[in-house]
């Protein structure tokens, strides 16, 4: 199952197969979600930016959990990423106009609770196999390092799942994605050869403002120029109305 949140809410849950996404939940405690992660036990953890509290969703029944907040270690929890034994990292950030700003990274125990800073650092990614990482910078080049029950630990640098531009575009055959563009991928084998694969995206200027359902159908409005319309899922047809 694959979940994304408005920065507002709701959550929807799209399951590979449908031809849409479903809403999975709704609550007011769902505002300013920047980022989720989907845990090893199929929960879903959502840091609320402006609340600065941990939201964890619970499939089985559909309901929100608050977790609390987080006021003793930074002010805004953003970037979440979920660890294959179950703990959850997070990256805060605190603004202070005389001491500056700090970012730092928070380790989650989902079992009891507990949280405490690991890091001063921004630099925390999932790499393709799975590792949640945290970045340094010596002499000039980034090395890794993998965070693992709550702690900081050495990884071999060879086993970081990152291409060259530290992204998780990587593969287990040792290929990997090298550039993402408007018109093309770039694509290096595990031998090194490189090749390109032509795509082609459609883009509308029209900017969707609202979305409301009724009579059976999904209604929405357009903003610049200002237009209404209407989709029915069950032909799979949309119909403009204009400016009425």
Do not use: M
């Amino acid at each position: 199952v694959i979940y994304q949140c408005d920065y507002s809410g709701p959550l929807f849950a799209w399951d590979w197969k449908s031809k849409c996404s479903r809403v999975v939940c709704e609550s007011a405690a769902l505002a300013t979600i920047f980022t989720l992660d989907v845990a090893p036990d199929n929960r879903v953890y959502l840091p609320a930016y402006t609340a600065n509290s941990l939201l964890r969703f619970e499939p089985a029944t559909g309901r929100i959990e608050d977790l609390g907040v987080f006021h003793d270690l930074t002010q805004h929890i953003r970037n979440v990423f979920c660890a294959s034994d179950g703990w959850v990292y997070l990256t805060g950030y605190s603004y202070d106009a005389d001491k500056g700003n700090a970012t730092v990274v928070i380790a989650f125990d989902p079992r009891t609770n507990a949280r405490r800073t690991l890091a001063a650092s921004s630099g925390l990614i999932r790499d393709a196999a799975g590792h949640v990482l945290i970045s340094t910078v010596r002499w000039g080049r980034t090395t890794w390092d993998e965070l693992i029950g709550g702690e900081i630990r050495p990884i071999a640098q060879r086993d970081v799942a990152l291409t060259s531009e530290n992204q998780p575009f990587a593969f287990r055959d040792g290929s990997h994605l090298k550039a993402i563009g408007e018109e093309s991928i770039t694509y290096i084998d595990a031998g090194g050869s490189e090749s390109r694969i032509a795509v082609a995206r459609e883009d509308s200027p029209l900017t969707v403002f609202s979305l409301c359902a009724g009579a059976g159908k999904i209604w929405g409005g357009t903003f610049i120029p200002l237009t209404l319309f209407a989709f029915d899922p069950a032909t799979g047809t949309s119909r403009g109305y204009g400016n009425p």
